[in-house]
Every structure is written in C-alpha cells, then in structure tokens.
C-alpha cells in the first residue's frame, strides 16, 4: 500500500517552494558558466607535427612475443603475462595478397591497441629475383596506410634467417641483397614508420644442412658469393653473415635468431643451459667447434650493430614435452635470465621477441615441441615478474589505440581552425532561439486558440514531441550521408548535441511516471518494475552488441561502418589523429574459443565492446539500474541532496577525469558528468506542476525571458566585438575562450549545460504558445517517434548497418541523402506505428 504521506504534494510547501526549486535549478545549471573566468585565448592555428618515430631503447630493449596468432591474441599474452609488451612479432607472406593483408591489418589492429611495436617477418612466396618494386610498393603503400589510421611503428625483417638452408630463400646472398635494397628503398621513400631489419640466423653449424630441415630453395645458391675464404666450397670456415648484408644505406636495424635448442648433440633432451651461455653467442664463442678464423667470427654484435643500428633478437627456449623430465620453468627461466641480463654489456640489443609457439622441429626428428614462455601458470608468472625487475622496456611505445581509446574516440566534436565561424553559429542559434521565444509570447496574446490544450494530462505531448525532434537527429547523424537534414541536426540546436537533451528528456519522463507508479504498485515494486526494465535494457544491449557482429558474418556484408570508427580530425586531440580507425569489436572473435578467455568475456558482459552510434545504451542502463534510489531521495524531498550530490560528482569528475567503469559509453558519456543532466530531468518531472506554474507565473515568465534574452544579448555582444571591434565589457579573449573551454562538443562543458536549459526553456514557450500549427505539420511524425525513442534508438543500428551496405551510393550526394534519411525515417515510422517488436525491445 503506497505511503499518502510521501508524494509530491507534500514536498514542497508554501508559495516559496516552487520559486526555491527553480532558482536551485537555473543557478545549478548558470553557476559553471557565469563563474567562468577567460584566462588566454586560444591559439588555434597550426598543423599537428607528425608522429616521430619512436626512438630505439639503446640499453633497456623492448620485448615482446612472435605469438602463433591463430589461437592466441594480443589481450590474452598480456593478460597472462600481467604485464603489457612493447613488442609483437607476427609472420606475413610477401607479396601480399588479399588474405595477407587482411591477417596484416588484423595483426597491427591488436600491436595498435596496446601500443606496441608491430615486427613482420615477410617471407617470400616466390623466387627472391621475382619479386618486384610493384610488389615493394605495395607494401610500403599498406604500411604506411595503417601507420595513419592506427598509428603504429614497424620493423620489418625481410626474409629472416636468409643464411640458413630449412627456407626457399636461403643461401643466395645476391638474390637477397638486391631483393632487399629495392624493398629497403621504396620503403624508405615512402614511410619513415618503418625500420628495414637484416636479420640472419646465428653462425654456428653453419652452412647448416640436411640435418637442419633443409628445403628445396626458390632459385641456386650463389656459391661464388658465399666462398668467403676462396677455397672452392661452402664449408664451416665461411662467413654466415657478410655476403649476405644489404649494405648500410638499406639496413634500419640488424637482428640474430638466437634459440636455445638445448645442448649439443642432445638437442630436445631438456637440458638446462650451461651459464653465460647466452653471452657466449653474441659473443660469437658458442658452438664453432674447430674454427677459429678470428677475422669470419668476429662478434656479429660488433660487427654489424650501432647506435644508429641497433639490434633485435628472436630468441626462445626448446621445451621437449617427450625428452627427460625437466621442470620447464626451470629451463626457459635459466634461458630468458641470461638473455635479460645482457642488456648492461650488449646495450645496442634494442629488441627482444620470444617465439610464443609450438611447433614441430626438425632438430628434435619433427617431434611437436614448445617454445612458449607465457603459459598460464607459473611459467607466464615468473616471466612477468622477471620483466618487472629487469631493464626492458615495456608498456606503451606508440598511441594506445584500444577498446577505451577506441570507444573515447568517437567522441568527435567540432573543432574546426576557423573557430570564429563555428563560435558564430553557436551564437546564431542562441540569438535566434531568443527572438523564437518573444515571437511565441506576441503569439500567445495574439493567437490563444494555438495555445497547447492539454496542460493537465499525465502525457505531456509537448515533450513526445521533442523527444521526436531529438531523436531523429540522433538517427540523421548516426546515418553518415550528405543532405539537408544532416545539415539541420548537425546545426540546428547551436552548441547541444541530441545526446544530452536525450538524457535530460528521458529523465524528465522517468520523473513524470515514477510517481503514479508508485501510487500504483507501491514503492518496493516499483522499484523492482525498474530493475527489471534495466535488466531487459541490458539483455537487449547485449543481444545487439552480438547480432551486429553475427551480421557481419554473412557473406557480402560488412558492418564496418558501425564497428570500426574512423577518426576525422574533430576529437580531443584534433587533427593529429586524423584517420585512424578504431577497432571496436577486437577480441569479439575470441569469444567462439572454446573455453573463450575471460578478458573476452568480461569486454561482452560490461559492454566495452559494441558499434559506436550504440555506445550510450550503456549509461541508460546504468541510469535505470540508479533509478529507484534516486527517486527515493526526490520522493522524500530531498532533491536538493540529490542535485548536490550530482554537481559534485560532476565537479570532480571534471578535475580528475576518472572513469568508474571500464564499458564503452564510459569514455564518450562519463557517468559521473553525464548523471547531472538526467537528475535534472528527473526533478523537474517529478515536480513537473509545481515548476510548470513557477515559469508560467508573472515572476517565472520575467525570470525565464531574462534568461533567454540576457543570454543571447550577451553571446550576441561578445561576437560583436570579436567580429567587428563594437566595445565590450568583456575580455579580448572571451570569444575563442568560451568556444574551447564551455562549448565544444567532446565533453560536457558548462556552455552546453547552459544551451541545455536555453533549450528547454524556448521550446517549452514555442510549443505551449504555438501548439496547434506544430502538432499539425509534424505532430502526426515526431509524437510517436517521441513515445518510443529508446525503441527508435535501439533499431536505427540495423538501420544504419543497412545503408552502409547499400551498393553504388554516394554519400557526399545531397539529393542520395535526402532519399535514404526520409526512407529510413519513414520505415521507422511505420515500424513504430505497427508496434514491431515491441514486446522485445523496450520502449
């Protein structure tokens, strides 16, 4: 049974209490910006200087694993690591083809979202003397194309372990350096984000042979070339490195693959490695039985890597799981020790990659071994602590690109170099929303007969009707097509994006109903009803965040449109990430393995991953799950607890800019900033009489024209004097000021909380005053889009998905985007009208 004694009625007593609540409301919303002091103009000119290459970590090398990428990722290696690697290694055939390119893309996605070095081995498919500058331009064209859009660093090792016999491109010095010098220098000329690595395989055992997996090359050997000592044969008193250089002018860096197969004549038996064992090799002392021509085995290390050279090792420790028994812990640990604790005496091995793999080797009779050194357990445990404590470099060596950055980068707002254009609209917006207010006022004394007739209704049609407005610019700009109604909803409501008048309105609402819910059911079910309506926003979320994916599965359909997210320019750190796409479904595929990993899991249940024109779905779920506390305060009277509360979190959320979830609207639409528009809304609905009578009063209406005037006069006036040099009592700088500090659209900002309530305020006297002739020209379309805007919100993802798989059409084509926006909005209508799904999709 419903308590009598808490209802709205009782909250607020006295002819004070309405006058109290609205100034609490205005003040809330003016005080940020009345508050606001211009320090310094801006300076808005200028390109972003170009990404520099990183430099190489002379003495503290980076390191990462060479992962077998069919079934592990990025997430998982670091996951299990406990630690984020700077590096990662990944195998592509060359020339690329256009399943290689999709594994290259989908390779340097995953480096990108950690910010990690991406290192490609590039193995020819064909003779080294048919490869051709076409095929280097290529190359050089996709990885300089990912470089912009990801912004990742490259080493390349061209035909690694070319000295060695188990490759077709082994063994023919000439071939190599002339295949490599055209690829070097198409690179070079094309990109400075890509590092050109020589990287043969360490000496000892050298020519190697049958006993090493040899196969069949792709062309002869140069045998000439490789008769360094002039004896007539390939033997083990020729040099395994020097026919084989490129020359200076072609190499970046140098590298050596250094494995520890176990001990000699034993390999795979599971020995441990003797001490200094390691050193031994990059000191070129290890495993050269008889020869000792000092001048062919001088150090690889001294010979090859400087400063402006440095070195990268592939290395890796043979795990047997057939040899003797050994605990592979102990052994891989013995291995990776001593190649850390080189880092003081070789400072020039600027990079370590560790083959993550298991695989057969022809050095153990093909028996499947493994070389992997982050296990889960123990092994990947003692690895990641071992890193800690050493002198690598780990963590982020480019631009972190992400779920979070990902999710923070559709965030794009407008930050154009002519700031006295876009301030200038804002302030057109403003001014012409004033004289929209006082033309509504002549009107109503005018014209009563169009006043709206309905002021005591539960169902507030003025707002359904703004809530339509709102919501189609929602759909117009989610659906990326030229046209005059893109232009309408990108400009129309000056510095406001439909996202917060969304929040705001859908707190409105909420306020307005949860009252005579409770009257109904009683506050505890009530309160359940609301939970529940949470759970089924959450389990319809979850249920889109999937079927977009699944879509995207079905052949000649892609979804890239909504699940990847191109920046153009126009977020928080402008033009210098101009292009870069974000990957917003990364490791989705993951959750098809069996088991799937939990990282996975957790990014699907907590809604981190998903199409960005859906991300705000997350907030609305959270907000319904606070709703019924909330409500308890405002129920209660309350809510001026309930909007100190929310202006302090705002506050501190504007200081300290921390996230409390790591869900993908969390970095578009903070929870801790975005909250302050939606318990806004939901006091006003509540107390909806009491502040309608406030405004509509001789003291409201004074307040609220003093408002809306006092505001565009003051907009008006600061243009004026930036424009044309009229006098102001203002700063110089207030005018670019005001744009970055109070009303771009990438965060909150006190200028657009001030448009918020302008906003409301003007359409709220528009639509009371100038009912009639509204309702009759666009009442019939943008009420029930009102009355089902979450459903609208909900569906047009599908509809977005569509038109980007709509073939031949072009979307900077003003009168192909008029048709597409009016048959989108017309079959969402109609969806609306014939209540589709909607005992599914919550409304």
């Not at 008889?290 to 290395?315: I, K």
Request: aromatic share 12%.
């Amino acid at each position: 049974m419903p308590s009598r004694g808490l209802t709205s009625t009782s909250t607020l007593r006295g002819r004070t209490g309405p006058a109290i609540l609205l100034v609490a409301l205005l003040l809330g919303l003016l005080g940020p910006l009345l508050a606001a002091t211009p320090a310094a103009a801006v300076d808005t000119e200028g390109d972003p200087s170009p990404t520099a290459p990183p430099t190489a970590p002379i003495g503290a090398p980076w390191f990462g694993p060479g992962l077998d990428w069919t079934d592990d990722r990025a997430d998982g290696y670091a996951d299990r690591l406990g630690e984020v690697p700077s590096l990662y290694g990944q195998r592509v055939h060359y020339p690329l083809e256009s399943e290689d390119r999709t594994f290259l893309r989908q390779f340097v996605e995953q480096a990108a979202a950690q910010g990690a070095v991406a290192v490609i081995d590039l193995e020819p498919q064909i003779a080294l003397d048919a490869l051709s500058a076409e095929d280097a331009q290529a190359l050089a064209d996709e990885l300089a194309r990912l470089h912009r859009e990801l912004d990742t660093f490259f080493l390349v090792r061209f035909a690694p372990e070319m000295n060695g016999s188990w490759v077709t491109w082994g063994q023919q010095p000439l071939k190599y350096a002339d295949a490599f010098r055209v690829l070097a220098d198409t690179v070079h000329a094309t990109t400075d984000q890509v590092s050109m690595v020589w990287s043969p395989a360490y000496g000892s055992g050298y020519p190697f042979g049958e006993a090493f997996g040899a196969v069949g090359k792709s062309g002869p050997s140069d045998t000439a070339a490789l008769d360094t000592d002039g004896d007539g044969a390939l033997t083990d008193a020729d040099d395994p490195y020097g026919p084989y250089y490129p020359g200076d002018e072609a190499v970046d860096w140098v590298g050596l693959s250094l494995y520890y197969f176990g001990q000699r004549g034993a390999f795979g038996d599971n020995d441990l490695p003797r001490d200094g064992e390691y050193a031994e090799r990059l000191d070129e002392e290890w495993g050269y039985g008889s020869v000792q021509d000092s001048a062919v085995r001088a150090p690889f290390y001294e010979r090859f890597a400087t400063e402006d050279q440095p070195m990268l090792v592939e290395t890796g420790a043979l795990f047997n799981p057939e040899g003797d028994e050994q605990d592979e812990t102990a052994l891989k640990q013995a291995w990776w020790s001593q190649v850390l604790a080189e880092s003081e005496d070789h400072p020039l091995v600027a990079g370590i990659t560790w083959l993550e793999r298991v695989r057969p080797e022809a050095e153990v009779d093909d028996a499947e071994v493994d070389w992997r050194a982050a296990e889960i357990g123990d092994l990947a445990e003692a690895l990641g602590e071992d890193l800690a404590a050493a002198d690598v470099t780990l963590g982020p060596v480019t631009q972190v690109l992400d779920l979070e950055t990902g999710a923070a980068a559709t965030a794009q707002g407008r930050q154009p170099t002519d700031v006295g254009a876009e301030m200038g609209w804002i302030v057109f917006c403003v001014v012409l929303g004033a004289l929209l207010f006082l033309l509504a006022g002549v009107v109503g004394r005018l014209v009563p007969s169009w006043r709206y007739p309905d002021e005591h209704d539960p169902r507030d049609r003025r707002l359904d009707l703004f809530r339509g407005f709102i919501i189609l610019a929602v759909v117009v700009t989610h659906i990326e097509v030229a046209g005059p109604y893109t232009y309408v909803t990108l400009n129309a409501v000056g510095a406001i994006t439909g996202a917060e008048m969304f929040v705001l309105l859908s707190g409105v609402v909420l306020g307005m109903i949860y009252e005579p819910t409770v009257r109904k059911l009683g506050e505890r079910r009530t309160a359940v009803a609301m939970w529940k309506r949470a759970r089924k926003q959450y389990l319809v979320s979850l249920a889109v965040v999937v079927l977009v994916y699944l879509v995207g599965v079905l052949p000649f359909v892609t979804t890239a449109a909504i699940t990847t997210f191109t920046d153009r320019g126009t977020g928080e750190d402008g033009a210098s990430t101009t292009g870069q796409v974000y990957d917003l479904y990364a490791n989705f595929p993951r959750l098809f393995d069996y088991p799937p990993p939990w990282y996975a899991v957790k990014q699907l249940l907590l809604l981190e991953m998903g199409p960005w024109v859906f991300n705000i779905m997350g907030l609305f779920v959270v907000l319904s799950l606070l709703l019924p506390a909330v409500m308890w305060l405002v129920r209660r009277g309350l809510w001026w607890l309930l909007l100190a509360v929310s202006w302090i979190a705002f506050v501190y959320m504007a200081l300290n800019e921390v996230h409390w979830l790591p869900s993908q609207f969390e970095f578009v639409f903070p929870l801790l900033t975005w909250q302050v528009a939606f318990t806004h809304g939901l006091v006003l609905g509540h107390y909806r009489g009491r502040v309608q009578r406030a405004l509509t009063g001789r003291w409201g209406v004074l307040g609220c024209t003093v408002f809306v005037v006092g505001y565009a006069v003051s907009l008006g006036w600061i243009w004026l004097g930036y424009r044309f040099g009229v006098p102001t009592p203002f700063p110089d700088s207030s005018y670019v000021w005001l744009y970055e500090n109070a009303y771009t659209r990438i965060f909150l900002q006190p200028g657009r909380l001030v448009d918020l309530a302008f906003m409301l305020v003007v359409t709220y006297a528009v639509l009371t005053r100038m009912w009639k002739p509204v309702d009759r020209v666009i009442g019939w379309l943008w009420i029930p889009l009102g009355q089902a805007s979450l459903y609208v919100f909900i569906v047009h993802v599908f509809f977005a998905l569509a038109v980007a798989n709509v073939p031949g059409l072009d979307r900077m084509v003003w009168w192909q985007g008029l048709v597409v926006h009016t048959v989108v909005i017309g079959l969402i209508w109609l969806m609306v009208k014939k209540k589709v799904l909607f005992s599914v999709i919550p409304r």
